[in-house]
């Protein structure tokens, strides 16, 4: 029986400075100390873990991945191989005699390795020259599976009069038909599809693709019991990159290639996950309601798709990472409850146990929910499990729901650092009277006597969701002296289907109560000064951040961090312009252009008298960069004392991209707070001065 525990808290514990003595503050060093564990693989017989820890090195300025192993007493700690570049993507073979992973090297060139844990021998099974995902054993053993992207042939541009090849011409026009050419984090989008490949070990030589047609797979997939097929998730229409996403359930032979399809609803399917038997198949998905937010569920079909049920139905949360047991009796999957991941699992009849609380993703950014976890045969788990005064470290969870971490990353930096757990705190929104959850990180050497400046911090999303997890980005606002907030607005995922879409077609709007009522719950408390009162928040939280500015002036001053401003020019020129209208508008904007305008912070721009910082990443395909400059060139143009700063190169997510960047992203926040703050008297005047151009 898996029983409920809290084990991080209790377990990673803080240490800190002696009582009377100066604790020592989180310090922007620190941020290149920090580790954090991540894709823990437990092996079939639970004695060893495999796990990628991730780090941040000073002199390439990049978040570094190896993987280690820890044996299941928290013992033999030791990396899997030494190399200069990366190692990732661990994965067992089902006799647990070999780990298969993916090492990249310095020069970003990728192979598939695998290694034999008793004689210590490694070897290279393949060379990986457009990358890959979802790498997996079949169940004997005999063969490797993964996806990669296959080059297509775009558009030629028009035929030019012939010249010398090395005659000084420009560049040729790039030619696009498709709707969706580009995309966040990736850039350009080359022509081509996702295939699936398999590898015969005993065969060896060439990986063998095994998809071959326009329509293309995904890396989404999993072996079928007998290894004779593959599932895979993906969505094959011919005219997808104009539709609401929509993906299906495949099977794919082996012995031909020829594909099956298995489901066919209006709504995504993914995560096909065959029962041990081969009697069932499991996945995620829902009925897609045009919704802004949808509760994703657990299915549970015969081994086609036929007859399925949702086993999750009942739980109003949107579950992910389904694993089955080894005896195909249960489901083990992760899911967000008020703010935290939990791992739990149930059974085909929809009864469901609670296991691990505070599970962590592997970031050093914001404080969003996530984690991961990996069930061996014997029913032991491996999760990531952090709090928010320590990132993520591995957990073991045995069959009893015993519960033992097995590492400890980052005691050697943290243990002597002032971190109080956050608080959690609750209030009444003004416009509905909502029960609105929320956590307070508080500065080291805190007094409750006396008068604090505070940040409000917003998440983006909007459909997601902050949780008491450990956070560089707040914790150094902590230590620079201020109060921070954040909060879970309506909108925010963890609380339900009905909650996160109150703000369906309504956004933003009510949320903004939600967030005020925030601020003044902590200044009931007595210790904010009302005076200094600062806000920010990145992409969603952009949004409501200059929404706010532009509907009150009690803020002192105010960062707009990759916002979206303007919803017209965002609908049609961001990377996903095939979604947002659908689901977070009633219609398109040549339909409805007041609507738009409406809801644009850039229509409130003539109320603000905030002085304002704006903030985007130079490449962001999310929130493009015109959306930020739209809204510096108006607060400008409207003599609000304005900035803007672009991050080069960086895309949407600028704090968990390079570590230099999270630490510029906090370090021109609180400077251009402190510039605004009105206990600073000494130089203020003038930053406020060059910051508004005069």
Not at 183 to 195: K, L
Not at 345 to 364: A, M, Q, S, V, Y
Not at 535 to 543: A, E, H, L, M, N
């Amino acid at each position: 029986m898996i029983k409920t525990v809290s084990c991080a808290v209790a377990l990673l514990a803080v240490s800190v400075a002696a009582r009377g003595q100066e604790a020592a503050r989180l310090s922007p060093d620190d941020i290149f100390r920090l580790e954090a564990a991540a894709e823990p693989r437990i092996s079939p017989d639970g004695a060893t873990v495999a796990y990628v820890r991730r780090s941040n090195d000073v002199t390439t300025d990049r978040t570094r991945s190896s993987i280690w192993l820890v044996d299941s007493e928290g013992g033999h700690h030791r990396r899997l191989v030494e190399t200069e570049g990366t190692t990732g993507s661990p994965r067992w073979s089902p006799d647990g005699s070999q780990l298969a992973f993916v090492m990249t090297g310095e020069d970003d060139s990728s192979t598939v390795q695998i290694l034999t844990l008793a004689s210590g021998e490694r070897r290279e099974v393949a060379t990986l020259t457009t990358g890959q995902s979802g790498l997996a054993w079949s169940p004997d053993g005999s063969h490797l599976a993964w996806a990669a992207f296959q080059p297509g042939t775009g558009l030629s541009p028009a035929n030019l009069p012939e010249h010398d090849e090395d005659a000084d011409w420009a560049a040729a026009a790039r030619i696009e038909e498709r709707l969706s050419f580009r995309f966040d984090g990736a850039g350009e989008i080359p022509v081509g599809r996702q295939q699936l490949f398999v590898l015969d070990l005993a065969e060896g030589g060439e990986p063998r693709q095994l998809t071959d047609d326009e329509a293309g797979a995904g890396g989404d997939f999993a072996w079928s019991a007998d290894g004779q097929s593959l599932v895979f998730a993906a969505d094959r229409r011919e005219n997808r990159g104009t539709l609401a996403p929509d993906s299906e359930l495949h099977r794919v032979n082996l012995a031909d290639g020829t594909i099956e399809t298995l489901t066919d609803r209006t709504g995504p399917d993914t995560a096909p996950r065959p029962s041990p038997d081969g009697t069932q198949l499991a996945w995620l998905g829902y009925d897609d309601h045009r919704m802004g937010y949808h509760n994703v569920e657990l299915y549970v079909a015969g081994p086609d798709g036929t007859e399925p049920r949702s086993v999750t139905a009942e739980l109003d949360r949107s579950v992910s990472a389904p694993q089955w047991s080894a005896d195909g009796r249960m489901i083990y999957f992760l899911y967000d409850d008020s703010g935290q991941t939990r791992l739990a699992r149930t059974n085909l009849e929809g009864h469901i146990e609670i296991g691990l609380d505070n599970l962590t993703p592997p970031t050093f950014g914001r404080p969003y929910t996530g984690g991961s976890f990996s069930v061996s045969t014997n029913g032991s788990v491996a999760a990531t499990v952090g709090s928010s005064v320590r990132p993520p470290e591995v957990t073991l969870m045995t069959p009893l729901g015993d519960t033992s971490v097995l590492t400890s990353l980052n005691e050697d930096v943290l243990a002597e650092i002032d971190l109080t757990p956050a608080e959690e705190i609750h209030w009444a929104s003004p416009h509905d009277g909502l029960d609105i959850e929320g956590w307070v990180l508080y500065p080291p050497g805190f007094d409750p006597s006396r008068k604090w400046p505070m940040i409000l911090e917003i998440h983006g999303g909007p459909f997601s969701a902050y949780g008491p997890v450990f956070s560089a980005e707040l914790r150094l606002m902590a230590a620079a002296g201020y109060v921070v907030v954040y909060t879970n607005p309506r909108g925010s995922t963890s609380y339900g289907y009905d909650f996160a879409n109150l703000i369906h077609h309504d956004y933003p709007g009510n949320d903004y109560d939600d967030l005020m009522g925030a601020v003044d719950h902590m200044i009931g408390r007595g210790f904010i000064d009302e005076d200094r009162l600062f806000v920010t928040g990145g992409s969603g939280g952009g949004v409501l951040t200059a929404w706010i500015v532009g509907n009150t002036d009690r803020f002192a001053a105010a960062a707009v961090v990759k916002p979206v401003i303007n919803w017209t020019s965002f609908v049609l020129y961001s990377d996903l312009p095939q979604f947002f209208y659908r689901y977070w508008f009633a219609s398109a904007p040549w339909e409805d252009p007041d609507e738009y305008w409406r809801r644009s912070p850039l229509s409130l721009v003539g109320n603000v008298t905030t002085p304002t910082m704006m903030m985007v990443g130079g490449a962001d395909l999310r929130t493009p960069r015109a959306e930020t400059e739209q809204y510096y060139s108006a607060l400008h143009l409207n003599g609000v004392p304005t900035r803007l700063v672009v991050i080069p190169d960086s895309y949407h997510g600028i704090s968990n991209s390079r570590p230099s960047r999270l630490l510029t992203k906090v370090a021109e926040i609180l400077r251009w707070f402190e510039a605004y703050d009105p206990a600073n008297d000494n130089g203020s005047a003038a930053d406020a001065s060059e910051a508004a151009g005069e």
